[in-house]
């Protein structure tokens, strides 16, 4: 999931590959239509969580098919208070009959995880995330956020991850936006060992 990306880019990918990618979508943006492919909820907590703006986001996607997920608000790195606001946002969430994905922060365990959730969303720190995502899965679906790099991307997906999101696979045309058209297209991950092919998913993608 390109996450925050709703360029033409990302449209065309979906449209090519629908059944591999989707949007992360967050509160912090204002979106003058939902794509009709597949997509989830952020909470825009990782920079600052803003109540208004992701209830209003939860509102406007009524008008269209339902996410993947949506995101229980969290804080980053602590799994106490993580919880707390559980509790406290569960409850609000129920009614709108989104799935709904717990984020697990460091600290968590796999017995902390409200068994009433939907997803299990993998936060946390890069220190704690990439060795503590093996445990959650076959649970629940499981989600990996801030994956960015290609190796991140083929562990979660020998793993069993369900989804992951990132931001940075459409910054630039350099080799981690090649390797990610590779792996769309089901080839071995990696830059495409030719010139010719690169010309070719530039032509197709630009």
């Known amino acids: 999931m390109p996450s925050n990306n709703t360029g033409s880019v990302v449209k065309e990918l979906i449209r090519e ?8 979508l967050h509160p912090d943006r204002v979106y003058d239509s939902l794509f009709m492919g597949q997509y989830a909820i952020d909470n825009g907590a ?14 406007y996607a009524r008008k269209f098919h339902k996410p993947l997920f949506v995101t229980c608000p969290d804080v980053v790195g602590c799994h106490d208070r993580t ?11 129920v009614p709108y009959g989104y799935p709904i994905a717990f984020v697990a922060q460091d600290g968590c ?21 990439p ?14 956020g801030r994956v ?10 020998q793993l069993g991850v369900a989804s992951i999101d990132g931001t940075g696979w459409m910054r ?18 990696g830059l495409p ?13 630009q």
């Open 17 to 24: 590959y629908p059944e591999k990618i989707a949007l992360l």
């Open 172 to 189: 630039a045309r350099d080799k981690k936006y090649y390797g990610f058209l590779s792996y769309l297209k089901g080839e071995q991950l």
């Open 193 to 205: 060992t030719s010139k010719e092919s690169v010309l070719q998913m530039q032509c197709n993608f």
């Open 148 to 157: 960015n790099s290609m190796n991140f991307l083929e562990t979660c997906e």
């Open 83 to 93: 919880l707390a606001l559980w509790h406290h946002y569960y409850p609000r969430l």
């Open 46 to 59: 990782f920079k600052k969580f803003d109540e208004r703006k992701f209830f209003y986001l939860l509102d």
């Open 131 to 144: 060795h503590n995502i093996r445990p959650y899965i076959g649970i629940k679906p499981v989600h990996v």
């Open 109 to 129: 365990t796999l017995d902390a995880v409200p068994r009433e959730c939907n997803w299990i969303f993998i936060g946390g720190t890069n220190d704690w995330k």
